[in-house]
């Protein structure tokens, strides 16, 4: 199979479903704020919403800043953009920085769940090359470590998405779950 480029898991796009974190699904202002406490967003460790906890996260936070959006099974932010007044775009992008800059902050990762991080993604890569999927050697424990807050090596990075269906997609996240999607949870 063809090897992708990693891209962030907020701009795949499978099926019918397009997941992006800039699309709404209707929109109800009152009361909106930039503002985001840093108790706003509860860690979603009582019930997960998604295979995701910076998805979760994500969502519970523009929830509570208003934004009736959803979440989907893997975390991604459902909307529909067509219901998205344009006045109110810069809001939500404003709003949803803050989300995602608070769901990062909250979901640092210390060296040993890097650590762990690392073992799971070769427990994913032999997977997805079990799957038929051509995954490239991983780096080294030590590169991993290394380059993991700018280069991060995922071996989901390497699976070309568009390819798969909505049920394929969320088959083989069954089997070979990605790491990252539980990272700080």
């Given at each position: 199979?063809?090897?992708?480029?990693?891209?962030?898991?907020w701009t795949r796009a499978s099926g019918s479903t397009t997941v992006?974190?800039?699309?709404?699904?209707?929109?109800?202002?009152?009361?909106c704020t930039t503002e985001v406490a840093p108790s706003a967003t509860p860690a979603p460790e009582a019930s997960p919403l998604s295979m995701s906890a910076?998805?979760?996260m994500t969502y519970l936070c523009l929830r509570?800043?208003?934004?009736?959006v959803e979440i989907d099974w893997d975390g991604g932010i459902l909307s529909d953009s067509t219901k998205i007044p344009a006045a109110q775009l810069d809001q939500y992008l404003e709003?949803?920085?803050?989300?995602?800059?608070r769901t990062w902050t909250a979901l640092e990762v210390d060296t040993s769940e890097r650590e762990q991080l690392y073992a799971d993604e070769l427990l994913t890569r032999d997977c997805l090359i079990a799957e038929g999927y051509d995954i490239p050697t991983p780096p080294s424990k030590q590169v991993y470590l290394d380059t993991y807050d700018n280069?991060?090596?995922?071996?989901?990075?390497?699976v070309d998405v568009r390819e798969l269906?909505?049920?394929?997609?969320r088959a083989l996240n069954v089997s070979c779950p990605q790491p990252q999607w539980s990272a700080g949870s």
């Open positions: 199979m063809k090897a992708q480029t990693a891209a962030p898991w992006a974190l800039v699309a709404l699904l209707s929109i109800s202002l009152a009361g910076a998805g979760d509570e800043l208003g934004w009736e709003d949803e920085r803050a989300c995602m800059e280069e991060l090596w995922m071996a989901w990075s390497y269906n909505e049920d394929q997609y």
